[in-house]
């Protein structure tokens, strides 16, 4: 059975070295959609794949991160990075560029990291990440499976080196909420939620 799970964000960036002019050279923002697919043969004890409230705990913050910044990709021009940074006190960094290909693949990767660092609490068994769908606009959209989201020819991506600024960081609950999860160490404790 596969359950979903659709959360919405703003956000801007550049594409570099995309065919359109208006895309690779100017910053612009989308109303993007992420939707979460969760697949299991099983149910746990609230005969669910898994709560939709944990879901919304824990993955919704990851995908709140993004909202009202910038992402910006690492190889980017230098100082074209300083100043964005300088001027908007709400980015992420990216080891890729951030098209709606390499932003499903990183929440993929994420996700992926969320359900492996969290300890299930009720007898939820072999949930996995089916796919990751993130929609840039209305009629465009970009489904990252997990060959995509660890495939070499896409580039691989590590997790570690996606950095979020001080503001961001300063909204989430656990400020070390992304380290837990890296470290997979992300505990949930249902009767807080």
């Known amino acids: 059975m596969i359950i979903r799970k659709l959360f919405k964000f703003e ?31 099983y149910l746990d004890h609230g005969q669910m ?11 919704k913050q990851l995908v709140d991160s993004f909202d009202h910044a910038i992402t910006l990709w690492s190889e ?35 996700i992926e990291q969320i359900l492996q660092a969290s300890k299930m609490v009720n007898d ?8 990751v769908i993130v929609h ?3 009629s465009g959209y970009a489904q ?3 060959d995509d989201a660890h495939s070499e020819n896409m580039g691989l991506i590590s997790l ?3 950095l979020f600024s001080d503001a961001i960081k300063s909204e989430w ?8 999860i890296l470290s997979n160490i992300l505990i949930i404790n249902p009767s807080k939620i």
Request: net charge neutral.
């Open 144 to 146: 990252a499976f997990k």
């Open 173 to 180: 609950g656990d400020k070390n909420w992304w380290k837990k």
């Open 124 to 131: 939820e068994k072999e949930v996995v990440l089916d796919s």
């Open 136 to 138: 840039e606009t209305d």
């Open 76 to 110: 980017d021009d230098p100082q074209y990075l300083e100043d964005m940074k300088k001027h908007s006190q709400r980015w992420v960094q990216l080891p890729v560029s951030p098209s709606a290909e390499q932003f499903a693949r990183v929440f993929f990767l994420a």
């Open 160 to 162: 570690d080196t996606i």
């Open 11 to 41: 956000n801007a960036h550049i594409v570099r070295g995309c065919t359109t002019q208006r895309c690779s050279e100017n910053i612009h923002g989308h109303s993007y959609k992420v939707e979460i697919l969760l697949r299991s043969q």
């Open 49 to 59: 794949v898994y709560d939709f409230g944990l879901v919304k705990h824990t993955m």
